[in-house]
């Protein structure tokens, strides 16, 4: 879900990665791009498309919830 991207400290901090990286998140791999690796550049671009997708995602499920409403 779009809540997903607010856990990525839990995640990291309970698992770091997990065994191969089976727990892996977008924002977990934004953090250790930027701060394990070293690519902030990569990361900040990654983070930007987190955030559009992100936007793009609200935009759509507001639209939907909005035709699904009766007027009355």
Excluded at 26 to 36: G, Q, T
Excluded at 45 to 66: E, K, P
């Amino acid at each position: 879900t779009i809540w997903i991207a607010t856990f990525a400290d839990l995640i990291f901090v309970m698992t770091e990665g997990g065994p191969a990286g089976s727990t892996n998140t977008v924002p977990v791999y934004i953090y250790v791009s930027a701060f394990k690796s070293l690519d902030k550049g990569y990361a900040s671009a990654v983070a930007v498309l987190l955030l559009v997708l992100l936007i793009a995602y609200a935009i759509a499920l507001i639209a939907i919830r909005r035709s699904l409403v009766r007027h009355v």
